[in-house]
Structures are given as structure tokens and as C-alpha cells.
């Protein structure tokens, strides 16, 4: 079928990207689904950090491929082997299946899916290949979603169902920055009853991890980011004090849970430095690969703290995402407020230069019916 997409056509374009357009939006074909498949239709997907790091080269995938790896939307076919979800029914998209087979799917989320990951850095989809046409060119699958688009071929476990109830634009951030987000702190932190918890780093993950602490309702809430609206923005979610990196600095502010979501070298070193002595430092941020921090280890000895590595929340999406839905549903959860603004698909280059300034907390691209 004809579908209408965002294609990333070269890796690491100058900025400003709407000048040197690394994107652009065009027909493509896509194929039918295969077995253990499903077609999707879809009605908003999210800009996340992630899909800026393949723009600036950050995150080196092959090319030309089709963005996008936070979405949602209606099953509209399916291919052989699938009997476990109806057509029309919502799906919320997830950049990491798991394959179920692996060691890595026996860690309870904390350790990524092997062939998964190795499908994602291929460009295919988890059982194998590629669905996606231009011009008679293969065109690559990005995290086995390329949600920037009007329908999208994914295997049957990078998707997870949800109610109707639910809003395209809130059940696609439920399946990147709140799984994240959410993830580090429930699934990575564990907090307990009055445990203090710090965000570094108020993108759309970040925040997500504010709403998810605030939720809980167990103690201090800290947002931390260097940009003043979005320290507005955390208080809203319910941030109990917001500061500046500098300003923790300077103020000696520690907390017993911090969890650093800037992907960025010196935001690690900040949630380091702010973990309270006995507490845990959770790092879910992707740096460039080359980023490097400097830490004390007699501190991690002396103090008797922790640092943990969570990707994509330590979780595992079929159990997870569910319970964002519920927590959601309970009224104690408004994920909607992440979503900061909604772009049009064409829209999609100057949408990145937003991410790469900072000033975006979750852009979603609309699709009409």
C-alpha cells in the first residue's frame, strides 16, 4: 500500500535541520504484514531525544530509514499467526520487543532483549526484514516502529493494546518517555515511603519521571533542568522544589533517589553529586558515545551509593504499560500534560531543531483519520 512517511535520508546534517532538511516527508510502499505482524494506521506519534540522536549522528543507523519510535494507533490488519489482538483495537508501539527467547527477556526488564536489539541496529523488524519501499530501494525500519508515518508494519510484540478511552497522543508518550521515565523510577529506584527523589533533566522523560514520583506521593519531588519554563512546567506536575543544576550545586541539595534523564555527561556528574549518602543515582539519558564523566569512587565507597543503568525503564512493556493506562484511568496520572505542543508531519525538521534547543518537553505529530 501507499503510505506517506518521514525518511531520514543523511546522518549528521548541519543545523539549523529546517534549512539543511536531513528529513523529508515522501511516499513510500509498504508491504503487507507477515506472520506474526500487524498493519497500523497511525494517530500521533512523539519526538523524543532519540530520534534526534540518529538525526545528529548521535546514534548511527543505517540510512535512508523512517523515523519514529513513539507512537499509537489502530490495527487496521493481520498477518498469519496473530490472534491475540482484534482489528480496531489501539495499540501503543514500544521501540524494544522482546523476543521472549533470550536470556536477556528472563531479567524481569532489566536487561535489554537481545534480538531485539540486534533488529534494531539492523533496521529490521524483530522476526526479520523489511516492510518499507521508495522508488524500488529498501528503506529501514527505525527501532521496529518508524511511527513518523501514516500506517506502520511492526511485528506483534512491539505492540501492546489498550482502551479505547484512551487518547492517541497520550497512549503514544506511554510507550517511550513514560515507560522511561516511569521505568526508572518504579522499576530502577524502587522508592519507599519518604524517600526524596530528584529529576535531572525535564525533557519528555524527565518529566515523566516527575509525574510518576509525584504520583506515589512518598516524599520531596526535585525537578532539575536549566531552562526556566520547564522548571514552571515540573511544579505543575508536582514538583515539590525545582532548581537549576547550578543551584544544587551551589545549595548542596541532595536527595535519596536521583534520576538523570538529560543523556548528557555533565547532568550524569550533577545526579552523582546530589545522590544523598545510602541513596542510588539512576541514569537513563543516552550521551554521545564518546561522552565522558567524572565521578569520585571513595564517594560511591564512603557514602554507600549506588548508581544504576535503566534503558528504556528497566521494563517490560506488556506488564508496564497497562499500568500507566490504569494509573492514567485513576485520574493521579495526567500524562497529557507532557505533550507540550502538536506539529504537523511536515513540520518534522523544524520539530527536531525544537528538541535540539531544549525547549521541547513531547511534540506529537497528529495524523488525520
Not at 548541519?14 to 507477515?34: C, Y
Not at 547550578?246 to 533517589?257: F, K, L
Not at 538523570?260 to 539519558?285: D, K, L, Y
Request: charged share 20%; proline share 6%; glycine share 12%.
Amino acid at each position: 500500500m501507499k503510505i506517506r512517511g518521514a525518511v531520514l535520508e543523511e546522518i549528521g546534517r548541519q543545523r539549523p535541520f529546517a534549512d539543511s532538511r536531513p528529513i523529508t516527508v515522501s511516499d513510500l510502499e509498504l508491504d503487507p504484514p507477515g506472520e506474526n505482524e500487524i498493519l497500523v494506521r497511525i494517530e500521533a506519534a512523539g519526538l523524543c531525544h532519540s530520534d534526534l540522536s540518529v538525526v545528529d549522528g548521535n546514534r548511527v543507523r543505517p540510512v535512508p530509514m523512517l523515523l519514529g519510535h513513539e507512537a499509537a494507533g489502530i490495527v487496521e490488519q493481520l498477518g498469519s499467526g496473530v490472534d491475540d489482538v482484534e482489528v480496531g483495537t489501539r495499540v501503543v508501539m514500544t521501540f524494544l520487543p522482546r523476543c521472549g527467547d533470550c536470556p536477556a527477556c528472563d531479567s524481569n526488564g532489566r536487561m535489554p532483549c537481545v534480538n531485539g536489539s540486534a533488529a534494531n541496529n539492523e533496521g529490521t523488524l524483530l522476526g526479520g526484514g523489511l516492510r518499507l519501499h521508495r522508488d524500488g530501494n529498501e528503506v529501514k525500519h527505525h527501532l521496529g516502529v518508524s511511527g513518523f508515518a501514516t500506517h506502520a508494519v511492526v511485528d506483534r510484540r512491539s505492540v501492546v493494546p489498550v482502551g479505547s478511552d484512551v487518547p492517541p497522543a497520550v497512549a503514544a508518550v506511554l510507550g517511550c518517555a513514560v515507560l522511561t521515565g516511569g521505568g526508572a523510577i518504579l522499576n530502577a529506584a524502587h522508592p519507599q515511603p519518604g524517600d526524596s527523589i530528584m529529576v535531572v533533566g525535564l525533557g519528555g522523560v524527565g518529566m515523566a519521571a516527575v509525574l510518576t514520583a509525584a504520583s506515589l506521593g512518598h516524599g520531596d519531588v526535585i525537578g532539575v533542568d536549566s531552562v526556566p519554563e520547564k522548571l514552571v512546567t515540573a511544579r505543575e506536575l508536582g514538583a515539590t522544589r525545582v532548581f537549576t543544576p547550578q543551584e544544587v550545586a551551589d545549595q548542596g541539595i541532595r536527595a535519596t533517589i536521583v534520576v538523570e534523564a538529560a543523556g548528557n555527561a555533565r547532568a550524569f556528574e550533577t545526579a552523582v553529586a546530589a545522590t544523598a549518602p545510602g541513596g542510588t543515582t539512576v541514569t537513563v539519558g543516552l550521551p554521545a558515545p564518546d561522552a565522558r564523566s567524572s565521578i569520585s569512587p571513595l564517594g560511591l565507597v564512603a557514602e554507600a551509593r549506588t548508581i544504576v543503568g535503566s534503558y528504556l525503564g528497566s521494563a517490560v512493556p506488556a506488564r508496564d504499560i497497562p499500568r500507566y493506562e490504569q494509573m492514567w484511568r485513576d485520574g493521579n496520572f495526567p500524562v497529557e500534560k507532557l505533550v507540550s505542543s502538536t506539529i504537523t508531519l511536515d513540520e518534522i525538521n523544524a520539530g527536531m531543531d525544537e528538541l535540539a534547543d531544549g525547549r521541547a518537553i513531547r511534540q506529537v505529530i497528529e495524523f488525520a483519520d
